[in-house]
Each structure stands twice: as structure tokens, then as C-alpha cells.
């Protein structure tokens, strides 16, 4: 199969890899129809990450099954499904606890970006729909694979609850659904953090009252500003930087949650800071299985449009420019189509 792999810094490939198959009987093998590129296949792109050369990358992908084990029981060829970047068996202690992002039979989706994906534990794991769903509504559902739940997961985990003023640190494609889910939990005020126009009126439309383009300590201080100088109930960390991380809990009430889903490069915690005014930090790598029933109901009903964070959309060959575009800021996220 066509598949995306990574060679070195900014070294980004469409190669022919070995069609996966199936090698465990919980396994799928699903057919890619959309998979698209994240803000944290950036950290490889940019030799932050470690990088195995010749290695698949993506881990977003919406698709129909191809193929199944022997023991999958609730999906067929033919299915429609999303599948989860982390895969869970739905079963284990962890995952009844809410915590299918470290299910005990945890795997990942390793070729998001590519023809066929891999999927273990697929009963667990995988949520389809009814009906093949129409193409306006495929980009909505690809977000729920990973960046809708995580942005979802900022909002949980921050403790948004109605009529609460909510920051959201970051203006990637999961800080924008972190706008739509601090709106979705009701809070009254939803402030984004954001120098870039397009992204500006994308938060907007989805629901943000209120725009920061001031960064560091000017950003914190108009925060604070539009907060009567309280701070914000709940603060969405969605970019994994000190910088963003020093932001969030700068701004933050005495007594509130940070809720991080940036995955962390060179952050140090303000502990002294969070143990005088009781700030907490929650979050973590989201469990978007936990969340995903919920969304896909938001998606299907239009009550959010999640897909919207897609402003540019390439043919698979064409994989390396979206890694350009959204490395150059050009692109808040890349939709693929095989």
C-alpha cells in the first residue's frame, strides 16, 4: 500500500510499505477514506521527536473495515467506522474507569496516513455508523479519531462547568474544538488565545466570546483584564510548551484546573505557584474512546461542526506539501484523501 513515512527532519515520503494484515484475531484492517495530519506530527517533522527512519506516521483516520479476526463480533467489511488513535479493549479496569488511553491491551493507529490502517482490539476500539455516511460529514468524523476528543478532554479534565469563564491557550485544531467544547459545557465566557485572524473567526464561529492576541506576560495581563483581575474557572492547555504552560497558569484562578492535552516538549510545572493559590493539572493524552459515542451524536445531529478546522485538503501524494503548510502556519490542519 501507499503509505506516509518519515525519514528525517523535514524529510516527509509517500512510499509503497506492506498492506497490514491481520495478525491477532481481535484485530481490523480498516480501508482509509480520510486521515489527516496533526499538530504533533510536527514535533518529528521538526527533529524534536525521536524518529525512526522509513517509519510509518498518522494516527487520524476514518475509514471502512476490510477485514476482520476471527473474534471480532460487532463490525463486518463493509462498516463505516472512526477509529480511535489509541485502541482499547473497552474492558479492562482502566478503561471502565474512563481511561481507554491506557487500557492494559492498548495499541495505536501507526498508518493514519496511508491506504489501510491497522486497528487491535477493533471490538473495543472501533465506533461506526449506521450508514455510510455523506462526504460533508466525513471531515467532522475524522476529527473525532483524535483532535475533537482531545480538545473535548482539555475542557473535562479543566472542569468547565455552566456559566464559567474558560481560557483556551492555543489556536491549533485542538485548541479550536477546546472552544467548542467549553461552549458545548456551557461556559458563559470562552476566551481564545490567538494571534492569527483566520483562526480568530474559526473560534468565534465556534463559540469564543472573547480573542487575546497578546502573548506572554501582555496576554496574561489582558486576560486578567477581561477577568476583573479574578483569573479564569477553567484553562484549556493545548499547545505543550512551557511558554503556553507558564500562560495557563498565570492566568488561572486561585482554586481552578488546568487541563493539558498539548503533548509536553521542555515544560516545567510553576509549582510554588500552584501550591500558594491551589491551582490543579489535569489531562493527559485524551481517551477518545470514553468520548466518542457523545461526539459522534454532536456531529450527526449538527449540533457541532467540528470539521471546520480543516482548511486545506490534499490528495495523499501530496502529503509532503500539507507537512509544509502546517509547519509554516500556512494550514491549521491537512485533511488527506487517499
Same mark, same amino acid.
Request: proline share 6%; glycine share 12%.
Given at each position: 500500500?501507499?503509505?506516509?513515512?518519515?525519514?528525517? =527532519?523535514?524529510?516527509?515520503?509517500?512510499?509503497?510499505? =506492506?498492506?497490514?494484515?491481520?495478525?491477532?484475531?481481535?484485530?481490523?484492517?480498516?480501508?482509509?477514506?480520510?486521515?489527516?495530519?496533526?499538530?504533533?506530527?510536527?514535533?518529528?517533522?521538526?527533529?524534536?521527536?525521536?524518529?525512526?527512519?522509513?517509519?510509518?506516521?498518522?494516527?487520524?483516520?476514518?475509514?471502512?473495515?476490510?477485514?476482520?479476526?476471527?473474534?471480532?463480533?460487532?463490525?463486518? #467489511?463493509?462498516?463505516?467506522?472512526?477509529?480511535?488513535?489509541?485502541?482499547?479493549?473497552?474492558?479492562?479496569?482502566?478503561? %471502565?474507569?474512563?481511561?481507554?488511553?491506557?487500557?492494559?491491551?492498548?495499541?495505536?493507529?501507526?498508518? +493514519?496516513?496511508?491506504?489501510?490502517?491497522?486497528?487491535?482490539?477493533?471490538?473495543?476500539?472501533?465506533?461506526?455508523?449506521?450508514?455510510?455516511?455523506?462526504? /460533508?460529514?466525513?471531515?467532522?468524523?475524522?476529527?473525532?479519531?483524535?483532535?475533537?476528543?482531545?480538545?473535548?478532554?482539555?475542557?473535562?479534565?479543566?472542569?468547565?462547568?455552566?456559566?464559567?469563564?474558560?481560557?483556551?491557550?492555543?489556536?491549533?485544531?485542538? +485548541?479550536?474544538?477546546?472552544?467548542?467544547?467549553?461552549?458545548?459545557?456551557?461556559?458563559? %465566557?470562552?476566551?481564545?488565545?490567538?494571534?492569527? /485572524? #483566520?483562526?480568530?473567526?474559526?473560534?468565534?464561529?465556534?463559540?469564543?466570546?472573547?480573542?487575546?492576541?497578546?502573548?506572554?506576560? /501582555? +496576554?496574561?495581563?489582558?486576560?486578567?483584564?477581561?477577568? %476583573?483581575?479574578?483569573?479564569?474557572?477553567?484553562?484549556?492547555?493545548?499547545?505543550?510548551?512551557?511558554?503556553?504552560?507558564?500562560?495557563?497558569? !498565570?492566568?488561572?484562578? #486561585?482554586?481552578?484546573?488546568?487541563?493539558?492535552?498539548?503533548?509536553?516538549?521542555?515544560?516545567?510545572? #510553576?509549582?510554588?505557584?500552584?501550591?500558594?493559590?491551589?491551582?490543579?493539572?489535569?489531562?493527559?493524552?485524551?481517551?477518545?474512546?470514553?468520548?466518542?459515542?457523545?461526539?459522534?451524536?454532536?456531529?450527526? !445531529?449538527?449540533?457541532?461542526? =467540528?470539521?471546520?478546522?480543516?482548511?486545506?485538503?490534499?490528495?495523499?501524494?501530496?502529503?509532503?506539501?500539507?507537512?509544509?503548510?502546517?509547519?509554516?502556519?500556512?494550514?491549521?490542519?491537512?485533511?488527506?484523501?487517499?
Amino acid at each position: 500500500m501507499r503509505a506516509t513515512t518519515i525519514h528525517g =527532519p523535514g524529510d516527509i515520503r509517500l512510499t509503497d510499505v =506492506p498492506t497490514p494484515g491481520i495478525s491477532s484475531p481481535t484485530d481490523a484492517v480498516v480501508q482509509v477514506t480520510a486521515g489527516c495530519i496533526c499538530g504533533s506530527d510536527l514535533w518529528p517533522y521538526r527533529g524534536e521527536n525521536p524518529i525512526e527512519v522509513g517509519s510509518t506516521i498518522g494516527h487520524e483516520c476514518v475509514g471502512v473495515v476490510a477485514e476482520v479476526g476471527s473474534e471480532v463480533r460487532s463490525f463486518r #467489511p463493509g462498516d463505516f467506522v472512526v477509529v480511535p488513535f489509541v485502541h482499547c479493549d473497552n474492558t479492562c479496569p482502566h478503561c %471502565r474507569a474512563g481511561m481507554q488511553s491506557a487500557c492494559e491491551q492498548q495499541g495505536f493507529t501507526l498508518s +493514519g496516513q496511508a491506504e489501510y490502517a491497522l486497528v487491535h482490539q477493533a471490538d473495543g476500539s472501533l465506533v461506526g455508523t449506521a450508514d455510510q455516511p455523506d462526504a /460533508e460529514l466525513v471531515p467532522s468524523l475524522l476529527t473525532l479519531s483524535d483532535v475533537m476528543a482531545t480538545g473535548w478532554h482539555a475542557a473535562v479534565t479543566a472542569g468547565v462547568s455552566p456559566g464559567d469563564t474558560a481560557v483556551v491557550v492555543g489556536d491549533g485544531a485542538v +485548541g479550536l474544538c477546546g472552544v467548542i467544547a467549553a461552549a458545548q459545557l456551557g461556559a458563559e %465566557r470562552v476566551v481564545v488565545m490567538s494571534r492569527h /485572524e #483566520p483562526r480568530q473567526q474559526l473560534a468565534r464561529r465556534f463559540g469564543a466570546t472573547d480573542v487575546v492576541a497578546e502573548r506572554g506576560e /501582555e +496576554g496574561e495581563a489582558a486576560v486578567l483584564e477581561l477577568t %476583573r483581575g479574578v483569573g479564569a474557572d477553567a484553562v484549556l492547555e493545548c499547545v505543550g510548551t512551557d511558554a503556553a504552560m507558564q500562560t495557563a497558569f !498565570a492566568v488561572a484562578r #486561585p482554586g481552578s484546573t488546568v487541563g493539558f492535552v498539548g503533548a509536553p516538549h521542555g515544560v516545567e510545572l #510553576p509549582v510554588r505557584r500552584m501550591f500558594s493559590r491551589n491551582i490543579g493539572l489535569a489531562g493527559g493524552m485524551a481517551p477518545v474512546r470514553r468520548y466518542l459515542p457523545e461526539l459522534l451524536d454532536l456531529v450527526l !445531529a449538527g449540533t457541532i461542526e =467540528p470539521g471546520l478546522v480543516f482548511d486545506l485538503t490534499l490528495p495523499l501524494d501530496k502529503v509532503a506539501k500539507g507537512y509544509e503548510a502546517m509547519d509554516e502556519r500556512r494550514a491549521i490542519k491537512v485533511l488527506l484523501q487517499p
